[in-house]
């Protein structure tokens, strides 16, 4: 009988190895994969796709851009026209070729809110105030950003070293 249990432990010790081997096998393959990274700073939330390590951040969020905490920075469209976070306000945007979006027909009438979109950026506006500000990579031509008063500006996706360049160190990485 403990022969044979042996026998049988002996067996199934190659084909537990064999199955260990497999599952870090595709552990590993994973790890190549991309996979959905997000960063904090501050008011900045931005996320980025990682591939083979490298983070390419395609989509930042600003919570009150135009807040006096908030960082300061300066928008490029298309046409290089150069928008500084000061110009970031209804009229100015929309004379900037920024296009309304039309509100959902859900939300209550009353709710004063407003919102801009053009060139992979979108502006939410609520009782004529700036609230929110999205950026995302678009497959053709986008806006492109930079800190106020620099002239280096970048396009979506950013790198680590440009995000924190704009924005400055991370508080969390998840």
């Given amino acids: ?51 083979d390590g490298v983070a390419a951040y395609n989509e930042i969020k600003i ?38 979006v039309p509100n959902d027909a859900q939300q209550p009438s009353a709710s004063y809110d407003y919102k801009l979109s053009r060139y992979g950026a979108f502006f939410v506006f609520f009782n004529g105030r700036l609230v929110e500000m999205y950026l995302s990579k678009t497959p053709n031509t986008s806006i492109e950003i930079a800190r106020e008063r620099s002239k280096k500006f970048y396009a979506l996706p950013l790198t680590q070293a440009q995000l924190e360049e704009l924005f400055g160190h991370p508080e969390k990485i998840y």
């Fill in 1 to 51: 009988m403990v022969a044979i249990s042996y026998f049988m432990s002996a067996v199934s010790r190659p084909r537990s190895v064999l199955m260990i081997g497999l599952c870090l096998s595709a552990l590993g393959l994973a790890g190549c994969a991309s996979h959905t990274r997000y960063t904090d700073i501050g008011c900045v939330t931005a996320r980025a796709e990682v591939k």
């Fill in 63 to 100: 919570t009150g851009p135009t807040d006096p905490n908030a960082p300061r920075i300066s928008l490029r469209i298309p046409n290089g026209q150069v928008i500084d976070r000061k110009s970031l306000t209804f009229v100015a945007l929309k004379k900037a070729g920024f296009e309304e």
